[in-house]
């Protein structure tokens, strides 16, 4: 059915128009309607652009955690956090011995004490059921002395490559895991089945068409350690096929081993796709996160001498699994936050472009926080593309200086930089390590500063405007899945994602643009959100 919306504030992503026409789920024609018949709809003056890409995320994670204790509204101290736990159980009535999860902590907000949990700690809030709390950032999780008993682990347990366990002096677990060592907890909790795959997909598919999202680009298949990617993807595209997938994925396909990504390549699954789900690029996760302390760093962490975080891989094994993947036509993106991580992702992939060399490769760097000036010429020269997360100035922009100290800290969450410099890049969430909320991302990336705060910006030379904020979230997300092509902009031709805003974000305060609501979110010409109160 051909329908034309017409009476907006319509950013096409290469300029402003008033209407647009929609049939058989692509913009038809752009600008001026001709009166062809069909429906109208009177867009009462709201701003419209493309619908939003996220373009690095987790999207079944997401799922998953929005059945979990809500822990980000409990960090405000210590006791808070467990009195939400303690609360939780109290109102979900899990069945006696059943394993509690939660997530979404941050001890650097507590008030109380600065530390993470441990399992005395959660030993208060329950002693018979197993409880697994994770940080936001998803790279440590804190279990209880119930939760070590059913794990088997304890004194004579060993550390894991690539993560660690935190012991007290008599060798006793705490009950903190870090980066790989989380695989030894998450490896004995159940996954669900397809049905549950599919339930997790679909509460996190109508999260994201609230927050306007009509495409992500999704690390999934290394949610349920043990389980394989198969089941996963199989969720996906039976919900591809049956159009109740309302979110178009990109899967950023995680392994961590060079049999299983040879394994999956030689099936010819990462060739395969459609409009609503297709594999991308190889997926690695190479360092934790600042936060915690784990991302990689060339140098001592400024207020924790001890350390320069975790790498997950060696140059070895980083070497390997990108020399496969780009000899085999497969893009890359490898998570890198810290510098030292950092270092190591470039060495990879210019080695193996070295190889292989490829024209339009379009291999990524996911995050690339704390960077140093001549690594962002190596990313250029490589033509390397760049995954950033504007929202997490939001925590960052507070502890960036104490944690790296200020000569890292004052070349490091470059965005203008790369534009100026002419290396691409998009924007997302990293949900559910940040809430999938599209305009406070734009709003961290023109002001450069904590949501709500007052402070001075961090590095105001590297604020965005709002349109390039706007489009690293739009057009620029589907040139890193080579798909700029058929989405990101209105433009004929192009698939019908689109948003209708409460207000013009280029007309909005730059520190009230978190603020501006969704009204109504469409895939492919059909709606699949629209505000209760909102008519047009």
């Not at 870090?178 to 490896?187: G, I, M, P, W």
Request: hydrophobic share 35%.
């Amino acid at each position: 059915m051909r329908t034309t919306f017409r009476g907006g504030i319509v950013y096409t992503g290469d300029g402003f128009t008033d209407s647009f026409t929609v049939e058989n789920g692509r913009f038809i024609r752009v600008g001026a309607p001709d009166g062809d018949g069909g429906e109208t709809v009177d867009l009462g003056g709201r701003f419209v652009c493309a619908g939003f890409n996220d373009s690095h995320m987790h999207l079944l994670n997401l799922g998953q955690t929005l059945s979990m204790a809500d822990l980000t509204a409990h960090t405000g101290s210590l006791a808070e956090l467990l009195d939400g736990l303690r609360s939780y159980i109290r109102e979900t009535k899990p069945a006696p011995g059943a394993w509690v999860r939660g997530r979404g902590f941050n001890q650097d907000y507590f008030a109380d004490v600065r530390r993470f949990p441990d399992r005395f700690d959660l030993d208060a809030v329950s002693r018979t059921h197993p409880i697994c709390i994770t940080r936001a950032c998803g790279h440590i999780c804190v279990v209880n002395s119930r939760a070590l008993e059913l794990l088997g682990i304890g004194r004579g347990t060993p550390q894991p490559a690539g993560g660690r366990f935190s012991v007290d002096d008599s060798g006793e677990p705490l009950g903190q895991f870090f980066e790989n060592a989380l695989d030894l907890v998450l490896k004995a909790m159940p996954a669900p089945d397809g049905d549950g795959l599919r339930g997790c997909i679909r509460a996190a598919c109508r999260h994201l068409n609230r927050r306007g999202i009509t495409s992500c680009q999704s690390d999934d298949y290394a949610v349920f350690p043990g389980l394989g990617y198969r089941p996963v993807m199989d969720a996906f595209r039976s919900m591809a096929a049956d159009g109740t997938l309302t979110v178009r994925v990109n899967e950023q396909a995680h392994f961590t081993n060079l049999p299983d990504l040879q394994a999956f390549v030689e099936s010819g699954d990462f060739r395969r796709g459609d409009e609503r789900f297709k594999n991308g690029p190889l997926k690695m996760l190479g360092d934790g996160s600042l936060g915690a302390r784990t991302a990689y760093l060339s140098r001592p962490y400024q207020d924790a001498p001890g350390t320069r975080g975790l790498p997950v891989y060696t140059q070895a094994q980083l070497d390997a699994m990108c020399a496969y993947a780009n000899a085999h036509g497969m893009q890359i993106a490898i998570h890198a936050i810290g510098d030292g991580m950092l270092d190591r992702v470039l060495d990879a992939c210019e080695k193996a472009l070295a190889v292989h060399p490829r024209r339009d490769h379009r291999h990524g760097v996911v995050h690339c926080q704390i960077t140093r000036p001549d690594q962002l010429e190596r990313i250029r020269k490589l033509g390397m593309h760049v995954y950033l997360q504007s929202i997490f100035l939001d925590y960052d922009a507070r502890i960036v200086f104490d944690r790296v100290g200020p000569a890292l800290a004052g070349t490091s969450y470059a965005a203008k930089s790369l534009l100026q410099s002419g290396v691409t890049f998009s924007n997302g969430s990293d949900a559910p390590v940040e809430d999938p909320a599209v305009l406070r991302g734009v709003e961290c990336a023109v002001t450069r500063r904590s949501i709500g705060s007052t402070a001075p910006p961090y590095r105001p030379e590297e604020a965005l405007s709002v349109r390039e904020a706007l489009d690293s979230f739009t057009q620029y997300g589907a040139y890193a899945s080579f798909e700029e092509n058929c989405k990101g902009r209105i433009r004929a031709g192009m698939l019908a994602d689109f948003v209708v805003l409460g207000e013009n974000p280029f007309e909005t305060a730059p520190d009230r643009l978190h603020a501006i609501d969704v009204l109504a979110t469409y895939l492919g010409g059909a709606c699949v959100y629209r505000r209760e109160d909102v008519r047009f």
